[in-house]
């Protein structure tokens, strides 16, 4: 009976460091992250990966943020081979890497990005959309006609490692976001093999509003406690 008990404290405690969490950073892997701008990106998180060099990643997300803000970092050292996004309009340094050849960037409409992702989270096979149907965005992808009207497939997204940034978090893994900080990180938490947490506070668990909580503890691996932005908003 000990055992089982302790057993089970274990799996209800996620709670771990920045370093241990990120141990499975690896070279060339698939890295998915919340946030719109930098808003939502988890910053002691992004700050560990830069610290860590790992490279050639392959990165998912809505933007590319900014040069010297959040996952935007990341982008600006050059250490990024494809990023898949929505836009990249807010840093200069993606649009001149992409353009030298040096990151490929697939482009998603922002709704069908993060159905993309929802559908990777759900085990979905993929999405219908006629967006971009008589385009050159039709090349390469496969369609299908239901009731005389054509689609495209867009395939699901899925991540090696996912990171996210919440309000609140308990031990569990169940997670509080603060406004528009939540934009789709409850997707991106999702759609990991392997899902980190970066929380600002951290509780016993049971003691989270369950009517409060959107992402449930089931989809976090790690939760770790959030050190602060160590940033300047491109607004202030």
Same mark, same amino acid.
Request: charged share 25%.
């Given at each position: 009976?000990?055992? @089982?008990?302790?057993?089970?404290?274990?799996?209800?405690?996620?709670?771990? #460091?920045?370093?241990?969490?990120?141990?499975?950073?690896?070279?060339?892997?698939?890295? @998915?992250?919340?946030?719109?701008?930098?808003?939502?990106?988890?910053?002691?998180?992004? !700050?560990?990966?830069?610290?860590?060099?790992?490279? +050639?990643?392959? *990165?998912?997300?809505?933007?590319? =943020?900014?040069?010297?803000?959040?996952?935007?970092?990341?982008?600006?050292?050059?250490?990024?081979?494809?990023?898949?996004?929505?836009?990249?309009?807010?840093?200069?340094?993606?649009?001149?890497?992409?353009?030298?050849? !040096?990151?490929?960037?697939?482009?998603?409409?922002?709704?069908?990005?993060?159905?993309?992702?929802?559908?990777?989270?759900?085990?979905?096979?993929?999405? *219908?959309?006629?967006?971009?149907?008589?385009?050159?965005?039709?090349?390469?992808?496969? /369609?299908?006609?239901?009731?005389?009207?054509?689609?495209?497939?867009?395939?699901?997204?899925?991540?090696?490692? =996912?990171?996210?940034?919440?309000?609140?978090?308990? #031990?569990?893994?169940?997670?509080?976001?603060?406004? =528009?900080?939540?934009?789709?990180?409850?997707?991106?938490? @999702?759609?990991?093999?392997? /899902?980190?947490?970066?929380?600002?506070?951290?509780?016993?668990?049971?003691?989270?509003?369950?009517?409060?909580?959107?992402?449930?503890?089931?989809?976090? +691996?790690?939760?770790?406690? =959030?050190?602060?932005? +160590?940033? #300047?908003?491109?607004?202030?």
């Amino acid at each position: 009976m000990e055992i @089982m008990d302790s057993q089970a404290k274990n799996m209800k405690n996620k709670i771990s #460091t920045i370093k241990k969490a990120l141990e499975p950073l690896r070279n060339g892997m698939v890295l @998915m992250y919340g946030g719109f701008g930098g808003v939502g990106n988890p910053p002691s998180l992004i !700050k560990s990966i830069v610290d860590s060099k790992v490279k +050639d990643l392959v *990165l998912i997300g809505n933007d590319a =943020s900014f040069p010297n803000i959040g996952i935007g970092r990341l982008v600006k050292e050059g250490r990024v081979k494809k990023l898949i996004a929505s836009h990249i309009g807010s840093n200069p340094v993606a649009g001149s890497l992409m353009n030298e050849g !040096k990151l490929e960037v697939e482009f998603s409409p922002q709704g069908i990005l993060a159905e993309r992702i929802r559908a990777g989270g759900m085990g979905l096979g993929g999405i *219908l959309t006629d967006v971009g149907i008589g385009t050159m965005v039709e090349k390469n992808k496969d /369609t299908i006609t239901i009731a005389d009207k054509d689609f495209l497939i867009e395939r699901p997204l899925r991540a090696d490692v =996912s990171i996210v940034y919440a309000k609140k978090a308990d #031990t569990f893994g169940n997670l509080i976001y603060d406004k =528009s900080a939540r934009n789709t990180n409850p997707l991106v938490a @999702m759609a990991g093999s392997y /899902t980190i947490a970066e929380a600002e506070e951290i509780v016993p668990a049971g003691e989270l509003d369950p009517e409060m909580i959107v992402t449930p503890g089931l989809f976090i +691996d790690k939760v770790v406690q =959030s050190e602060g932005i +160590d940033w #300047t908003w491109a607004w202030e």
